[in-house]
T-cell receptor, first 111, second 111 residues
């Protein structure tokens, strides 16, 4: 079975721009969670989607948003980028309330 | 989720078993012990999890004490590719639940 895939793997943006990251879960997994990982803050939960509905949300500003499509693929969007948004963005998929499997991540650098 | 405590770092000789301890003295009855590892700048990789019984898979073994207050991850024959940060997590398998990583143990496998 193919693992979780994320695109793009690397991204460089400037302040004020917006960005969209994509995640394709493991086949059959309907839950997709997004995390932000930085050296200073560690792994922080952004949100979780199940069957196209946001089921849980972390403590991030409204500039961070996401959605899930009927095929379980998910996207997250960050608008008005700030320098502090530079991070590794991770997507994890799971089958219902079970083990989460992570993708390779998207490394976002904001200049 | 219960707090876990792990040593900050440890070295291991290539070919030898690596025993990674984790303390979770406040773990509740429905919390699983999960182990992930993260090789530099890659997405976290799921290793193994358990509730009460010892578990073994192709990657590692998990030994959980009878009182469930601590556990040990065993990598039977460490290789250089096992160099990574290892995270022990106490996690409730519930819909929408998020993972929280602590500092983890930085394992360096030496030739």
């Amino acid at each position: 079975k193919a693992g979780v895939t994320q695109t793009p793997r690397y991204l460089i943006k400037t302040r004020g721009q917006q960005v969209t990251l994509s995640c394709s879960p493991i086949s059959g997994h309907r839950s997709v969670s997004w995390y932000q990982q930085t050296p200073g803050q560690g792994l922080q939960f952004l949100f979780e989607y199940f069957s196209e509905t946001q089921r849980n949300k972390g403590n991030f500003p409204g500039r961070f948003s996401g959605r899930q499509f009927s095929n379980s693929r998910s996207e997250m969007n960050v608008s008005t980028l700030e320098l502090g948004d530079s991070a590794l963005y991770l997507c994890a998929s799971s089958s219902r309330a079970d083990t989460q499997y992570f993708g390779p991540g998207t490394r976002l650098t904001v200049l | 989720d219960a707090k876990t405590t792990q040593p900050t770092s440890m070295d291991c000789a290539e070919g030898r078993a690596a025993n990674l301890p984790c303390n979770h003295s406040t773990i509740s009855g429905n919390e699983y012990v999960y182990w992930y590892r993260q090789i530099h700048s890659q997405g976290p990789q799921y290793i193994i999890h358990g509730l009460k019984n010892n578990e073994t898979n192709e990657m590692a073994s998990l030994i959980i004490t009878e009182d469930r207050k601590s556990s040990t991850l065993i990598l039977p024959h460490a290789t250089l590719r096992d160099t990574a940060v290892y995270y022990c997590i106490a996690f409730i398998k519930a819909a929408g639940n998020k993972l929280t990583f602590g500092g983890g143990t930085r394992v360096l496998v030496k030739p």
